[in-house]
């Protein structure tokens, strides 16, 4: 019998990360898929997963024996701080079918993607994958962080009472092609690049939001979705595992900003809003334990400015010559644009 992976989210940044390792990565190898895999991508205009019924019906349809749990409700700092009982229910209920559907259905694998947010704000650092429940997660993205806890307390008690094979990945920051432009929700990176474009496109300043002084670790969408499939493939713990750059590659958001300016080519004004939240100010997470597992593979990390570069030169330097981007705030138009560029 074939393996039937379903990647919920599997339209979004990360998501189309996987299907273009699945599509480009050797067979059989450590980051491509094996003989006999059908690999499903499928996005919410296909299933509400915040509905159990739709849910029930996408399983029924694809009768998945491992699952890619991407899909959730996301968004930048100000989304999450503006909205927080919205991803805190809305979470809730697409892990809590999703999760709950799998067992039903007797799949034999999911990997749920997390995030470094919901790791306490006061805590000791580095991150590492023992302390995620160790106190409270930073205000800004507090609804968010708690839905996505829960994970993995649903993840150990299914593998504890059924003994299925649930686990997580953690990701740091992800960026890459695919990604959301839309100002109102955009993570940080793509709401820089869009607002970097618009002031050079109007001659305007480009503002960044914040202080500039906070730091993230920034993994390139398409190195993630190589370890999304080598974790698929090698790695079958319940305890969570960090999928992450080294801390020792933590970046401000001025450095992010001053390659985002860069690879724009913006010869403007530059400014920083301090009126504006930075959100949690530093999450330094140790890969220790993930460089430990792939030591008889030929992983790489593409560096921060080789990779931004890549994007933006791949994806928008036709866009940028032509002048077709859209040049209102408006991020729809803008995403539609951009990802047609995509190579």
Wanted: glycine content about 8%; aromatic content about 10%; hydrophobic content about 35%.
């Amino acid at each position: 019998m074939s393996a039937q992976i379903l990647i919920t989210g599997g339209t979004g940044l990360v998501g189309q990360g996987i299907k273009y390792a699945i599509e480009t990565e050797p067979v059989n190898s450590h980051f491509g898929k094996r003989d006999g895999e059908e690999w499903i991508f499928i996005g919410s205009s296909e299933a509400d997963l915040r509905n159990k019924g739709q849910t029930e019906k996408l399983f029924e349809k694809y009768q998945p024996t491992h699952v890619i749990h991407l899909a959730a409700r996301v968004g930048g700092v100000f989304a999450n701080m503006a909205r927080k009982l919205d991803f805190l229910r809305d979470n809730l209920l697409i892990n809590d079918n999703v999760l709950h559907t799998a067992h039903e259905f007797k799949v034999k694998k999911v990997i749920s993607c997390l995030s470094t947010c919901v790791y306490p704000d006061k805590v000791e650092y580095p991150l590492d994958e023992t302390k995620i429940h160790l106190g409270l997660p930073h205000e800004s993205n507090f609804g968010y962080s708690h839905a996505k806890r829960l994970v993995d307390i649903q993840s150990r008690a299914y593998k504890e009472q059924f003994g299925d094979n649930f686990t997580s990945a953690i990701p740091t920051s992800v960026f890459g092609p695919h990604d959301n432009f839309d100002l109102e929700s955009a993570h940080v990176l793509p709401a820089l690049i869009h607002r970097c474009y618009l002031s050079k496109t109007n001659n305007t300043p480009f503002v960044v939001w914040g202080s500039g002084k906070a730091q993230r670790q920034f993994i390139y969408s398409r190195d993630l979705a190589k370890l999304f499939v080598w974790m698929l493939h090698s790695y079958d713990s319940v305890e969570p595992l960090i999928l992450s750059v080294g801390e020792d590659e933590e970046i401000t958001i001025k450095q992010a900003a001053d390659a985002v300016v860069k690879a724009v080519g913006f010869k403007g004004e530059y400014q920083f809003d301090t009126t504006k939240s930075d959100g949690q100010f530093l999450k330094p997470a140790t890969n220790k334990k993930l460089l430990g597992l792939l030591k008889d593979t030929d992983f790489r990390f593409t560096p921060f400015d080789r990779a931004l570069m890549r994007w933006c030169n791949g994806s928008y330097k036709t866009t940028w010559m032509l002048g077709q981007a859209s040049r209102s705030s408006d991020g729809h138009g803008f995403k539609a644009i951009l990802t047609s560029q995509m190579p």
